[in-house]
């Protein structure tokens, strides 16, 4: 009976079990999935199911680079070897391994590993019993999310496992088994161009390829995918805007998207600044021209990097800006939470960065670092432990964003706290300075639509008022609202209650004397 040891084969791998009963009286008992087996009966364990992917039909297509990268891992599949395959997405860290894979994978999801100890032996010896059984290659799928307990299960199941493994992850998990590890190479400009030339079949749409191949850093599966939902009506820009949408997914898991629906007109800035935004926009729509078609940054990541800091008292129309430079280049603006960002624990910081720019970057989107001297502040000194992290944190916010072929846009209020090796990185540097008396005309004469009733209303006796355009803004809104409950037009009395509020908000004194005639004359 030493064959019905639990640490024999038969045992060890579940191909028996013991019946229940009295211990001199039981009997060794066929497991079902082993029976199904010699019956001829394909099918996988069913308490295997809560913890494996169903595996696509179809495969992804892969670009030249990714095919390269299939051909260099089949002979250490073939040999039976562990091996790790991280960045690109997860569609197509798939697809390389089953091109490189005689056998198809068996997939394991790896958040649903968390459990007891017990519970992971079992799922250990089930998956190594189906390698055996059903000729297939045990693969772990890591989703980007997955925490640190998740990877820890990952690193057990790993270790004990004693059949060939794949891993499929974001990033690279370390190991105690030697595994092989490869980063999936992302399509390159010039293979999307071709992936796209070839999945439209000779239909232009009037669309400029390689500004949508510079611009979308999509998979091949994503450009198939696209031109499946295309018809001959399809125009150029909807044909962008397909793209936008399909990058946006992990971004909009990370930072808060937001539809950027302002206009030049609506932005009321000084000549200078608005001069400078402009030039902004220039380099934004140019970029791929002077850089990859002219080659003045080639082989220089950090020359194609557009950074600019919008730097100014608050109110003074910094996110505005943002939203007219991202609508203005059809681009998707996200505002990234750096309260979100910053982590107490080493090195998760770097980490959440690298996931924003990471997602960011298949769509080129315009990230806006609000509040930013929150995280890019003067680097502190080293003198205990926390600042030379903080100190780390900030080298590599630096170093990423120089790499970034989108456009990141960092706001402050305070711009002497920030680090002048930091300034000096930056493309742009551009002042949003409080409004003078004429702006601030100018702010009231456009901040009624044409639609709203006015009565009386003044601009320049208002642009007396020392407000900015978001305070002008919100007295606005609150006279409308007075307004539209007494069913009357806008005047200078609702306009004054509502400055009144709004300076108490402030905690300002407000100036009574000034503002009282404004009221009687209106009201008489």
């Known amino acids: 009976m030493d064959a019905a040891a639990p640490t024999r084969p038969l045992r060890q791998h579940r191909l028996v079990q013991i019946a229940p009963g009295p211990p001199l009286e039981t009997a060794l008992v066929i497991d079902e999935r082993v029976l199904n087996y010699l019956l001829g009966v394909t099918t996988l364990d069913d308490r295997l199911l809560p ?8 495969t992804v297509e892969l670009s030249v680079s990714q095919r390269r990268l299939s051909d260099r891992l089949r002979h250490l599949v073939e040999r039976m070897q562990t091996i790790q395959l991280h960045g690109g997405e997860p569609g197509t860290r798939l697809a390389v391994l089953r091109a490189a894979a005689a056998k198809p994978p068996l997939l394991v999801r790896a958040g649903a590993l968390a459990g007891s100890a017990i519970e992971l032996d079992l799922v250990q010896r089930l998956i190594e019993r189906e390698v055996l059984l059903g000729d297939v290659l045990a693969t772990v799928v890591v989703d980007p999310f997955d925490g640190p307990d998740v990877l820890k299960c990952v690193r057990a199941l790993a270790d004990g496992l004693t059949v060939p493994l794949a891993i499929l992850a974001p990033d690279t998990i370390s190991l105690s088994r030697t595994a092989t590890t490869f980063a999936v190479p992302q399509a390159t400009a010039a293979e999307r161009h071709e992936i796209w030339a070839s999945a439209l079949h000779g239909r232009s749409f009037d669309a400029d390829l390689d500004r949508l191949a510079q611009q979308f850093q999509l998979e091949p599966a994503q450009i198939a995918g696209l031109t499946q939902t295309l018809d001959d009506n399809t125009t150029a820009d909807e044909l962008w805007t397909a793209c936008r949408e399909a990058s946006r997914p992990r971004l909009d898991d990370l930072a808060r998207r937001i539809d950027p629906i302002a206009t030049w007109e609506s932005l009321i800035l000084a000549p200078q600044a608005q001069a400078t935004l402009k030039d902004l926009v220039i380099h934004l729509d140019h970029r791929h021209q002077v850089h990859e078609r002219w080659g003045l940054a080639r082989g220089d990541e950090r020359g194609q990097a557009i950074t600019a800091l919008f ?24 505002h990234v939470d750096l309260s979100q960002v910053v982590d107490k624990y ?36 080293v003198e205990r432990g926390a600042d030379r992290w903080a100190n780390l944190e900030v080298s590599y916010l630096l170093q990423r964003m120089e790499r970034y072929r989108g456009l990141a846009i960092l706001t402050t209020n305070a711009k002497d706290a920030l680090d002048h090796a930091f300034l000096r ?35 320049t006796k208002l642009a007396r008022l020392q407000f900015t355009g978001a305070n002008i803004k919100s007295v606005a809104t609150k006279a409308a609202f007075h307004a539209a409950y007494e069913r009357s037009a806008i005047t200078m009395a609702h306009l004054v209650t509502a400055a009144r509020s709004e300076f108490a908000k402030l905690e300002l004194p407000f100036p009574e004397m000034e503002v009282r005639s404004w009221s009687e004359r209106s009201q008489s």
């Open 51 to 58: 913890y494996t992917l169903a595996l696509p039909e179809s």
């Open 311 to 334: 730097h100014g008292p608050s109110g003074t129309g910094k996110t505005h800006a943002a939203e007219v430079i991202a609508r203005e280049a059809k681009l998707d603006l996200y």
């Open 346 to 381: 080493v090195g998760e910081t770097e980490k959440r960065l690298r996931r924003i720019f990471d997602a960011a970057e298949q769509g080129g989107a315009v990230l806006l670092f609000d509040e930013a001297d929150a995280l890019f502040g003067k680097r502190a000194n």
């Open 425 to 459: 990185r930056l493309r742009f540097v551009i002042p949003f300075a409080f409004p003078e008396a004429a702006l601030r005309v100018e702010l009231w004469r456009r901040v009624f639509p044409a639609e709203i009733p006015l009565s009386g209303v003044e601009p």
